[in-house]
Structures are given as C-alpha cells and as structure tokens.
C-alpha cells in the first residue's frame, strides 16, 4: 500500500519564477489536499478536491496560485511570480471520505524562494 | 488562521515518563485529530475523537476532548526516545464553507531524552 508521494521533495528558485508540484494521492482517495506550512507553525489548508472538481480554496491562495486534479487522480500546484514569502513546506494530503475523515499526507515539498 | 493553540509549546521529558499536551480550539467542531510531525517530514495522523466522545486510546496514547471547554489533550504514557517529535492538533468543522478542510494548532514540539 503505497502513501501519498510528492515530486519534487525540494526546490530552489529564483524570484519571479514559475514552480509546480505534483502530488499522487493514495489510490482509493477521492478527498485531496493542499496545505502550506512555514517555520514554527502548523499547517494552513489552501485547498480541496473531491475527485477532479476544487470545492473549497483559501483566502491564502492568491490569484498566482493555482491548483488542477485532472480526471480526479494526481493533483499539481502551480505558483507563479514566486515570491520570497512563498518560501514554505507544501503538503498534500488525501482522504478516503464517505465518513473517513483522517488525512494522509506525504512528505511535503520544501520551496526556497531567493 | 489557525484554530487550536496548544500547550505548552515545548515540552522536554526523560525516557519512560509521560507526556501530555493539550489544545484548545473557537468554534464547535465534528472530530478532533491529533498528528505527529518528525523534523522536515509530512504529519502522521495519530487518533481521531468524535464530538460525541469523551475519551478515546489508541495503544500508548489516549486522547480525552471536553466540548464545553472547546479542549483536547494528548497522553503519551511510557515516552520513548523515538516519540521525539512535533504534536498538533487539528480541527474539523464539519459543515459549511471550510466543512472538509482541518484547522491547525501551532504544534507541541516534544522531547524525549533516553
């Protein structure tokens, strides 16, 4: 029983860039999971899936953020115009659902902005 | 913006001894999850406890949730060295906008000195 991946598991970039990471949920999940974590802090959700359809986002994903989950089973997340503030762990997470609330989350992707 | 603050916020016990933390969360809420997070790794979901419940163990853990007070605590009885890690607790809403998303704390970091 394979968890959730993430790719890359580290990225540096130069401000301004463009960066996307792609998350591969546990095969059985329909609930997929984006949330962002810096230094100190818990996790802050960005965003949700129910299979391929985004039902909920974050007032923390600003409009150079955005997120797809094509035919409902990997999802990608795409920061344009990074900024320094963006430097953070991005972690997906997924969930049975039909009642199973427990998330699964993957390793993350550590984002260095310079 | 996150929804539980737990406490302490650091927490140094020796091998064998027990550790408790505790959260406290706003708004009413469907379950509580706790999670535990190794240095610059994604979060293991621990124990889930319903709204409905009072009390819930899980082996070495136990996990008790007072609505009234809007409070959860975590009990690690017979810490090992290998418990070393961040807590946190997390919230779920259950119901209308943000219904699937969980809420977190800023995290418990425990240490276990052998």
């Known amino acids: 029983d394979t968890g959730v991946s993430q790719d890359p598991r580290h990225k540096i970039t130069k401000r301004g860039q463009n960066v996307t990471f792609r998350c591969d949920p546990i095969?059985?999940?329909?609930?997929l999971y984006w949330y962002r974590q810096t230094l100190g802090q818990g996790p802050e959700f960005l965003t949700y899936?129910?299979?391929?359809?985004?039902?909920?986002k974050s007032r923390l994903l600003s409009d150079r953020f955005s997120a797809e989950r094509p035919k409902g089973s990997f999802s990608t997340l795409e920061i344009q115009r990074t900024e320094q503030g963006d430097s953070a762990m991005y972690l997906c997470?997924?969930?049975?659902?039909?009642?199973?609330?427990?998330?699964?989350f993957g390793p993350g992707t550590r984002l260095t902005v310079t | 913006s996150q929804q539980g603050e737990e406490d302490p916020q650091a927490l140094s016990i020796q091998e064998g001894e027990n550790a408790t933390m505790n959260c406290s969360y706003k708004?009413?809420?469907?379950?509580l999850q706790w999670y535990r997070q190794n240095s610059g790794r994604g979060l293991v979901h621990l124990i889930l406890?319903?709204?409905?419940?009072r009390e819930k163990h899980s082996g070495r853990l136990r996990v008790t949730l007072d609505t009234s007070k809007k409070s959860s605590s975590l009990l690690i009885t017979a810490s090992r060295a290998a418990d070393t890690a961040s807590y946190f607790c997390?919230?779920?809403?259950?119901?209308?906008?943000?219904?699937?998303?969980?809420?977190f704390g800023k995290g418990t970091k425990l240490s276990v000195i052998p």
């Open positions: 997470a997924s969930s049975l659902g039909q009642g199973k609330n427990e998330q699964y």
């Open positions: 095969s059985e999940h329909n609930r």
């Open positions: 899936f129910q299979n391929e359809a985004q039902l909920e």
């Open positions: 708004t009413s809420i469907n379950n």
């Open positions: 406890i319903r709204s409905n419940e």
């Open positions: 997390a919230t779920h809403s259950g119901s209308g906008a943000g219904s699937y998303q969980l809420t």
